[in-house]
């Protein structure tokens, strides 16, 4: 047996219950075949696959908090610590009813080669909560957050973890976290990313990861001699990601006709209008319906009652831009039937890797999410930057260097892709550009 097959073997059965980190160890451990075959023996005898898999540290906490009608209401926290080699940990906090350790797990370790392949020097972690935003009021939510900084805070800081946003954490919840985190450790300093702009939060940042996302395939497009401009495209999601990845491809000249949340989704052939989405979903905090009410040439369809979702629609683009597995295989064959050329991951590991396959199999262009929102953390560490030099860039200044961040991403990932002979194959590129910097750091600080 190969020593990758040796060590996936190991995972799976160490990690038994946690699906989607062995979905996501299989998927990189694939890709990075060649680059292992080529090192065996040095990565073997350094246990390198071994202790990349091993998160450096993992933590699993009670948070108590009280509810708007007295009640005490428990939930469990995570932080999981997974690779410092190349920086401080970094990595999002989830707050989602799904999350549990396998789902923090496998977005720390995919977060590792995503840190890397930005080439700033962050390290990866994640952390999160099966608390559930929705349906709370401003003040349950500051309760939680209170409860859960006042764990999380005895095992970060500026230069040793710091969290940002993800699903379920936005401005709002970062601002909670961040007071309690002062209040407690009495320090002023970068340990959250994408704080609000009063208080160290950087410009572009909310932008950052559909900004940044659009850049990366658009130039993987260019690179491919196709044009963005004059494109359908579908995106999933109504999200941070989602939203301004449609405002963006607007702004590129394309025609974004779908979005979508977690009860439905909308059709708009006039093409979505983000002033509106951004209206219901930012502001009200409300669902698509609202959307629909509010717009004549919006069909909603509600996903429990047809059992459809927006991949059903002809398009040339799709942008996955909301959760883990939420584009699978007969979403694939149907949007390959429909001519789809290039499908580019807003969200993390949102198409399971039977789809990715199918996609790649026929000529579709794949782009990772490892690569193609790295946009997010790499603002972040921009931010991390400025809190650093206490000092604030222009959007203008930060968006220029988030360009520049995804263009070499992308060149970076089909370079190595070359290099071990797999043209095109964007996924292996970008997991052996992230793997080989992390792992040449490691090997260079010893057995740690
Ligand atoms: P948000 O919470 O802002 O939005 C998530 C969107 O996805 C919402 O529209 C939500 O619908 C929908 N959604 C969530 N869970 C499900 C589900 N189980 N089924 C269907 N729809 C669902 O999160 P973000 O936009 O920040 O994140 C989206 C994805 O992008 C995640 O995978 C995240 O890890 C990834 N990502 C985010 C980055 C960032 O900077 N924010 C950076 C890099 C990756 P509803 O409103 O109904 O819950």
């Not at 496998?106 to 080669?113: D, R």
């Not at 650093?388 to 959007?395: A, G, K, N, Y």
Request: net charge neutral; proline share 3%; charged share 25%.
């Amino acid at each position: 047996m190969s020593y990758v097959d040796e060590v996936l073997e190991l995972v799976k059965k160490k990690n038994a219950s946690e699906p989607e980190f062995i979905q996501a160890v299989t998927e990189v451990f694939e890709s990075l075949k060649p680059v292992i075959e080529a090192n065996e023996e040095k990565y073997k005898r350094e246990a390198i696959l071994e202790r990349i898999t091993e998160p450096e540290r993992q933590f699993k906490f009670r948070v108590p908090w009280v509810d708007d009608k007295g009640q005490v209401r428990v939930n469990t926290g995570y932080r999981v610590q997974f690779n410092s080699a190349i920086g401080p940990f970094k990595g999002g906090i989830r707050l989602h009813p799904s999350v549990n350790i396998g789902i923090i797990k496998f977005l720390g370790f995919e977060q590792i080669f995503k840190n890397s392949l930005t080439s700033l020097p962050i390290g990866g972690g994640k952390g999160g909560s099966d608390f559930d935003p929705k349906g709370k009021s401003d003040r349950e939510i500051m309760a939680f957050c209170q409860s859960f900084m006042t764990e999380l805070c005895k095992y970060i800081g500026a230069d040793t973890d710091v969290p940002a946003g993800d699903i379920g954490t936005g401005a709002r919840e970062i601002g909670f976290m961040f007071g309690q985190y002062k209040r407690i450790r009495g320090l002023y300093e970068g340990v959250l990313t994408g704080k609000g702009l009063s208080y160290g939060g950087s410009l572009a940042r909310t932008e950052a990861t559909g900004y940044g996302l659009l850049y990366f395939t658009n130039e993987m497009l260019k690179s491919n001699g196709i044009e963005l401009a004059g494109k359908t495209v579908a995106v999933s999601g109504a999200g941070n990601v989602a939203i301004y990845a449609i405002q963006k491809a607007q702004q590129l000249g394309a025609k974004v006709v779908t979005c979508s949340d977690s009860t439905g989704w909308i059709y708009d052939p006039e093409g979505i209008d983000v002033a509106l989405l951004r209206e219901v979903k930012e502001v009200k905090r409300a669902r698509l319906t609202e959307y629909a009410a509010a717009r004549k040439s919006a069909q909603y369809h509600d996903k429990a009652s047809e059992g459809t979702n927006q991949w059903t629609i002809k398009v040339d683009i799709a942008l996955p831009c909301a959760t883990q597995n939420e584009l699978n295989i007969d979403d694939a064959k149907t949007l390959v039937a429909n001519g789809v050329i290039a499908v580019a991951e807003g969200a993390n590991m949102p198409t399971t890797i039977e789809a990715t396959k199918y996609f790649q199999a026929n000529g579709v262009l794949f782009a990772p999410g490892k690569a193609s929102n790295a946009g997010g953390v790499a603002t972040s560490a921009l931010e991390m930057s400025q809190n650093s030099e206490r000092l604030s860039w222009s959007f203008e200044e930060v968006d220029a260097k988030l360009q520049t961040i995804m263009v070499n991403i992308f060149h970076n990932a089909d370079k190595a892709a070359k290099k071990y002979g797999m043209e095109g194959n964007y996924v292996a590129g970008a997991n052996i550009a992230g793997f080989e910097k992390v792992v040449d750091a490691m090997l260079a600080q010893g057995v740690c």
